[in-house]
């Protein structure tokens, strides 16, 4: 074998040891590139979970918080409503105790025991009737009495009060549930309990 043909082998050898060198290289480096791409597309996937897991944790909170705001809301307006009905059912009560009259008043009035009555307030519309039957009380005009009446013993240690204002507060409590729950059926607004 001549130089000529050493020079050629030792040429093709070092050709295909170039080749096969390089076609490692293209390897390694597609191997590389396969490695980052789903590197890369695993972060991509990581960091878009943990986008949504943030995103459902601010949908979540808001919405946390509109739901507690509107319940809020909700019994702000309950509790107007309910001053309100009380308003009306106060009303209401001055007209009863002016249509019932001289007979509610009696009524109200023989559920007080016999005493000697020292102080009697009243609606100035029932003052001619406690004057009949305390003709020796103190009488005491009350704009805050519907129907009915309060009376004391002297120096007031004992007081009684008979009016329709008091019986509505006693009632209440149980009463405005109640309206409350009509007024949502109505509204179509009713939840029952179950």
């Not at 949504?52 to 909700?74: C, V």
């Not at 209401?92 to 005493?115: C, N, R, T, Y």
């Not at 009915?148 to 007081?159: A, K, N, P």
């Amino acid at each position: 074998m001549g130089q000529t043909e050493l020079e050629a082998a030792l040429r093709r050898d070092g050709d295909d040891r170039a080749r096969e060198i390089w076609a490692h290289a293209e390897n390694e480096a597609e191997r590389l590139r396969s490695e980052q791409k789903t590197a890369s597309e695993r972060e991509k996937h990581d960091v878009n979970a943990e986008l949504e897991t943030e995103l459902l944790l601010l949908t979540t909170a808001k919405q946390a918080e509109a739901a507690r705001r509107a319940q809020l809301l909700r019994l702000e307006a309950e509790a107007a409503l309910a001053e309100r009905l009380r308003e009306l059912a106060d009303q209401q009560l001055s007209k009863m105790a002016a249509a019932g009259g001289a007979k509610l008043f009696q009524a109200l009035a023989s559920e007080i025991p016999d005493h000697h009555w020292q102080r009697i307030q009243v609606n100035l519309r029932d003052q001619p009737l406690v004057a009949e039957l305390y003709p020796q009380a103190e009488i005491e005009i009350s704009d805050e009495i519907f129907g009915g009446l309060i009376v004391q013993t002297e120096g007031g240690r004992i007081q009684i009060e008979n009016t329709l204002g008091k019986r509505l507060h006693h009632l209440w409590p149980e009463l405005l549930p109640e309206l409350m729950v009509e007024l949502r059926r109505i509204a179509g607004d009713y939840e029952p309990a179950d």
